[in-house]
């Protein structure tokens, strides 16, 4: 069995558009969530999203290469394209070996409005453009950078609601481990519009803390009131140790563990033993015990029962002394289909630089939060040694990973 | 629109919409071989000429297109029509 190291990481999301800038507000406890206007004319319950700026890619991509490119799929590249470079592996070494894709992604709604617009306007297929039909499949992403970056290993797009950034580095990691591929880019990518988010906050999902969108998304605090719809992309470059050592590379960090389950319960309610199976499976597949991790990176999005459950699941897994807890999400908002990707580059970057990242909002807990050790501020000079990240989604679909520090 | 206007048009969402060089656009220029259209990109240029000229290619006409002034002569027969 091959042991699976990191060697590249690259992101584009609401709290910075590089891993250099994301530290930084990771540390801080920045937030990257707004108010958009647009929604409320739109009908939605809440004006609330994170807050990105789209890439300009004219100049870096030919237009062929753009024009079937969803924006998901453009903060996708933005973050491979840093990933690729951190782990040095070039355009050379892509040719040569048959590196693989795994991305996390389970929408592309805006792309389908659009021409279904033009449809209704114009009713002509053919005046929906060539760039219409790659844009709008959930595999937008795969398809767009294997062809872009011309990669010749597995090409597969990971659909599991807010586990699928993590279930894409879980399976790569499966991959890589059995010897069926030396390198992988794996990651997560989410679009942020109200194309794709309308049906979602018909739910009642989303926090309508309108007046204060940075305090809005309030992980495991009592006055909690939903989540905040958010995205970006993140990407991690998975790897065979053998080939990051043969090849020289920087060995950032090594995945040691996946744990997985499904819920067969509720499509959009968690329950506590589903995530709580997740967690152990992930510390049985890492051969640690829970005693031993030293930050738990929480799914935790800010909804009553969400949180409430999870809470729950962490205690009944580690009992009465749990490490330092936090949610990312506090600061970045609910970044879906990248969450379970994103959430481990934070949590690496505080691995490597030694803090744990605020629950920013966590003010007074509720029954089950209390028995947490929630980091409520930043916690300087804290060691991590090994982190667990939780992701989980609607139809009950729960995706646990360990990282390992290497020294 | 006169001819002319209508060249000016086509050149200009040709450089603009599909980044060919100004210098590549003579009028003997290969839209295949040396402009580098595909099949995807006369998708496209449906979409552009029913923008820009209010009306609609049938996808066997670029068949009988070779060059640019092949397409030039298309662009202005049609419009004319239209």
Known sequence: MNRVVITGMGIYSTIGKNIEEVNKSLYVGASGIGFEQLRKDMGFRSGLTGIIEHPELKGKLKRRQRVGMAEQGEYAYIATVEALAQANIDEDFLEKNDVGILYGNDSSAKSIVNSYDVLKEKKDTALLGSGAIFQSMNSTITMNLSTIFKLKGINLTVSAACASGSHSIGLGYHLIKSGLQNAIICGGGQEINYQSMGSFDGLGAFSIREDQPTKASRPFDRDRDGLVPSGGAATVILESYESAKKRGAHIIAEVIGYGFSSNGDHISVPNVEGPAKSLEAALKDAKVKAAQIDYINAHATATPVGDLNEAQAISKVFGKKTPYVSSTKSMTGHEMWMGGASEIIYSVLMMQNSYVAPNINFENPDEYSAKLNIATETIKNHNIDLFLSNSFGFGGTNSSLIVKKTQ | ?82
């Open chain 2, 1 to 82: 629109m006169e001819n002319k206007e209508i060249v000016i048009k086509v050149n200009d969402f040709l450089i603009d919409e599909f980044e060919i060089e100004e210098s590549q656009l003579v009028p003997e220029a290969s839209l295949k071989d040396t402009l580098e259209i595909d099949s995807l990109d006369y998708v496209d240029l449906v979409v552009i000429i029913e923008k820009n000229f209010g009306f609609k290619v049938q996808g066997e006409d670029f068949a009988g297109i070779k060059t640019l002034q092949d397409f030039y002569d298309y662009i202005i027969k049609h419009a004319q029509a239209n």
